[in-house]
């Protein structure tokens, strides 16, 4: 599992160089957005519970076929489930946020899951907007916190979703 600073040094260190511009200026802008994902951290960890459950209740509004006979959140094993994919997501994306690197999600959540979403029938473009709603309220609820800039709470949702879309291609 890595972060952007030990990304940035293996790197560097496998090639025997100093750290030049173009690692101090994305040393710089890590360091910089540091209190906006601490702040998120904090924000989801407080929050994680309500988040999950009204996203799930905006992408089963939006989609209501998903919830009802014939649609893979049917029942209500299956509708939990769905809800704690969502709750992982959110979970694995909060740590990623913070390290400001995706390779925990490559690691410990995307690895395999394709094959097993495409096994059990669970729809990508559903599950992709619902990790879509949760990176939208939580950047709102950032927004009322006085936060301006939280555009750095795409990466992590965006590489999952990402990552998750090119099995459907
Ligand atoms: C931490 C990494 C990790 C992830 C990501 C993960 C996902 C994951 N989701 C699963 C199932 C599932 N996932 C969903 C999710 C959904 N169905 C929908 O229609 C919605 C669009 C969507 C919710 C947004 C459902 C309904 C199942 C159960 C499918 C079934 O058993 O038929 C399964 C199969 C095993 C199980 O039921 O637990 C896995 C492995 N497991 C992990 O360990």
Do not use: W
């Not at 989801?44 to 009802?68: C, R, T, W, Y």
């Amino acid at each position: 599992m890595r972060d952007a600073v030990t990304t940035l040094i293996k790197n560097y260190d496998s090639t025997g160089r100093y750290l030049d511009r173009d690692a101090v200026d994305s040393l710089r802008s890590y360091f910089t957005t540091g209190t906006v994902r601490v702040k998120a951290a904090a924000l989801i960890n407080a929050d994680a519970a309500a988040i999950v459950k009204e996203a799930g209740s905006a992408l089963f509004a939006e989609q209501p076929e998903l919830i009802q006979p014939g649609g893979n959140a049917y029942t209500t094993r299956r509708y939990a489930t769905c809800l704690r994919d969502m709750d992982y997501y959110l979970r694995y994306a909060t740590y990623a946020l913070v390290a400001g690197d995706v390779d925990v999600l490559n690691e410990r959540v995307l690895e395999g899951l394709r094959e097993t979403y495409n096994s059990l029938g669970v729809p990508i473009g559903p599950t992709v907007r619902g990790i879509q709603i949760m990176k939208d309220l939580i950047k709102e609820r950032l927004g009322n916190a006085g936060v301006e800039d939280t555009s750095v709470i795409d990466q992590p949702f965006d590489h999952i979703s990402r990552q998750l879309s090119e099995i459907n291609i």
